[in-house]
């Protein structure tokens, strides 16, 4: 896979086994310099496991490098996994709206930054959630508006266009009071089509191949759509060979199950 780093959410089924560290043991907070801090919390945050402790991590280091961009999005981000790790529903809510308090100040301070436009619009979505449908579509139309930014800023990082391709899905299957509604807001109808969200996620396997099995299911409901049936299964098949890690891969993996059985009809 190259330089590229599958994709990987939050969902777990299993909750990790880890022994709590008595607080009287932990007391002091071992205080490490930025580089280090950053090289630490990218490498945990590659496994399910490690992201609560990511969190930890930057948490204690706030004080020290609130003002650092580097460190702002990282802890964005970071509010971000734990809105996917929480099943809480206040406590999502409280994640996603600090998360995006924090994203929308590190834009400010680096507005040439896609990371910080990344996390922006991925923080948009999730305070989304919980939104009366006119806030529904402010907040989209704010995700959609930073992930283009973002696109021009990091042009190589497959997650993207995963996002984009989501993104282009989900208005190409609006009803049309949601279109309406959108119109009423901006001045006009949000418009995208299949093809257009089967091109991101063909990109994101192009950076990436194998990139998640998320995209194998995305890519199959594309081609299932625009009945080429032949490719929607060699994406089913393709995402057979993925390990399946977490929650959402395993739910992609059900999804194209009952692709494979339809179009086997």
Not at 94 to 103: F, V
Not at 136 to 155: T, V
Not at 201 to 224: D, I, R, W
Request: hydrophobic share 35%.
């Amino acid at each position: 896979m190259g330089k590229c780093l599958r994709y990987i959410t939050a969902n777990t089924d299993t909750e990790e086994q880890s022994v709590p560290v008595p607080k009287a043991f932990n007391t002091h907070v071992e205080e490490l310099n930025l580089d280090v801090l950053l090289q630490k919390v990218d490498h945990l945050r590659m496994s399910e496991s490690g992201k609560s402790e990511s969190f930890e991590l930057l948490r204690d280091h706030k004080e020290k490098f609130r003002d650092e961009i580097e460190f702002m999005w990282r802890f964005a981000r970071a509010y971000g996994d734990m809105y996917e790790l929480s099943t809480n529903t206040q406590e999502k809510k409280h994640y996603a709206n600090i998360g995006k308090t924090l994203s929308e100040r590190a834009i400010n301070r680096a507005p040439m930054n896609g990371h910080c436009h990344l996390w922006y619009a991925v923080l948009c979505g999730y305070v989304s959630e919980f939104e009366g449908l006119q806030n529904k579509i402010n907040y989209g139309h704010l995700f959609k508006e930073h992930l283009d930014i973002a696109i021009k800023l990091l042009p190589e990082e497959p997650f993207l266009y995963y996002l984009k391709g989501r993104y282009c899905y989900t208005v190409s299957k609006l009803s049309w009071i949601e279109k309406k509604m959108a119109a009423t807001l901006f001045g006009k109808i949000p418009s995208s089509t299949v093809q257009e969200a089967l091109h991101n996620f063909l990109k994101a396997e192009e950076l990436c191949p194998g990139y998640s099995n998320p995209n194998y299911m995305y890519l199959a409901k594309c081609y299932t759509d625009l009945e080429e049936n032949q490719n929607a299964l060699k994406f089913c098949n393709l995402a057979l060979l993925l390990p399946t890690v977490t929650k959402e891969d395993k739910e992609a993996q059900k999804e194209m199950q009952k692709i494979m059985t339809s179009l086997k009809r």
